[in-house]
């Protein structure tokens, strides 16, 4: 269930940490994700894997107590807002807003 205060999605637990984006990011575009844990750093982003015209997915290499990230568009434009933070095993699924 979506909450009203802003686009986030509970975690779901689903063994395999996930982060599911769902933004139309436009046509040669890409997202990227910073933070801090699962392999994350706050200096240079990671491309998430695009999975659909609107999906955009992150899975860490090796398993993850918890992590803290945000995503970027081209690796240059921050999402707005606090950083999201999902703890190992879960999926995270929300809306980013730019």
């Known amino acids: 269930m979506k909450r009203p205060e802003d686009s986030s999605y509970p975690t779901q637990s689903t063994g395999k940490t996930r982060v599911l984006v769902k933004y139309n990011v436009g046509f040669k575009n890409n ?5 801090h844990g699962g392999g994350l750093n706050w200096n240079k982003g990671v491309m998430l894997k695009n ?16 992590c803290e990230f945000k995503v ?12 999201h933070h999902i703890s190992g095993g879960k999926l995270f699924q929300y809306t980013p807003k730019f």
Do not use: C, F, S
């Open 72 to 83: 970027l568009i081209n690796d240059q434009k921050y999402e707005m807002g606090e950083n």
């Open 31 to 35: 997202l990227y994700i910073r933070g």
């Open 51 to 66: 999975v659909g015209p609107d999906e955009w997915i992150w899975e860490p290499a090796t398993p993850i107590a918890d």
